[in-house]
């Protein structure tokens, strides 16, 4: 534990510094696209992060590969060239996109691109647990393959699709990622007898690298690690869950199965939020005829800003349901499920009671609206959510703001129309 530790805090100091220097250029060089409609930011902001996360990323396992404790994870090179490679294939994407806007299919193709080489590296789901007799069935390359790019691709675009607020992707990935390295660890002494693995491994530096990157990009950001760090983040995670499944026995008895497998489920257990954003945004632009991957202002982070909720609030909200699933799923490996099961569920019901509260918070200060007899002061900018609201041309000073809103509010309808 000590020396990924170290590793940790190699990729911590050094994603710190590059996070450091990558904002300085960019604000001297002018390297930041303006304000777009659907963002949260109103001051334009260096979207180039990913570089910095990237850095501390290769250089930490780097100086991993020159410490004989890992030499058995470095024992066979070619699956972390393949890693560092694809990482700096999807950061170079992401930058241009960053800068340039690339159409959706350009960015699809490279990630189509990038997973089918990882598995093509070994880094291949191999087996799943739903073979004869309850054991595990070993998957044919072809399942394999499609499988893995499938895996890879939807983690990605899961990840980069939460990008949204401040601190969002950096904080969820340190959470769910410290769960997962922990389960990864000690999946490994358990059945492989050694500490020492390429899961944990590429976990380590993913969280440091992502620990020495928030505080640049908690709010207010000062930088945002932009399509090219949330790819990154994404892919890896992925990676390391993918590397986990071989360490398998493909003999284990059926006692074993279970906990064996959790790390392969609990990536995406903690990316619950994101995967379900991920789904409706594209069921949202699929019925509207347009691309899946359009951008738009509807996705979970910002319905939590229109329901009332802070840009802190928000964020902790997603680390809170991340939290809970991620710790809950790891629960169900030390305590008997039914306490496991019960830790979860209220867990959600709190996440749940939190998340909702502005709505009965806005219901109570429009009750209390509509009951006010100063019918032109606080009704007005609550009736907009309701049919009381009074007739566009009632007498308000054309100039007062909360007349504006409530014109613009009752009319956008008619003009939808």
Known sequence: ??????????????????????????????????????????????????????????????????????????????????????????????????????????KLASQLLVAGFLAWSSLQITSLPIGPDGGIALLSPTVSLVITVFAVVLVMNAVNFIDGLDGLVAGVTIIAGSVFFIYSYLLSIDTAQTAFNLASLVMAVLLGATAGFLPFNWHPAKIFMGDGGALVVGMLMAVSTISVTGQIDPGIDRGQLVPAFIPLLLPFAVLIVPLLDFGLAVLRRLRAGKSPFSADRLHLHHRLLDMGHSHFHAVL?????????????????????????????????????????????????????????????????????????PPVDTEFDEHDPVFDTLTRARRQPEESR
């Open 1 to 106: 534990m000590t020396f990924y530790a170290l590793v940790a805090l190699i990729a911590a100091v050094i994603s710190f510094g590059a996070s450091w220097a990558v904002w300085g250029l960019s604000h001297r060089f002018k390297l930041y696209p303006g304000i777009r409609e659907r963002d949260v930011h109103t001051t334009p902001t260096p979207r180039l992060g990913g570089i910095a996360i990237v850095i501390g990323i290769v250089a930490s396992l780097g100086i991993a590969s020159q410490i004989s404790w890992f030499d058995l994870v470095f024992a066979d090179p070619f699956p972390i060239i393949a890693i560092v490679a694809s990482a700096l294939v999807m950061l170079a994407i992401g930058v241009v996109d960053d800068l340039y806007d690339l159409d959706w299919m350009t």
């Open 317 to 389: 909200i997603f680390y809170g349901w991340t939290a809970v699933v991620a710790l809950g799923t790891l629960l169900f490996m030390f305590v008997p499920w039914w306490w496991a099961l019960t830790a979860v569920v209220l867990g959600l019901v709190l996440c749940a009671a939190v998340t909702l509260a502005p709505l009965s918070a806005r219901k109570r200060a429009e009750a209390a609206a509509q009951s006010s007899p100063d019918e032109h002061g606080p009704l007005a900018r609550f009736d907009p959510l309701d049919a009381a609201a």
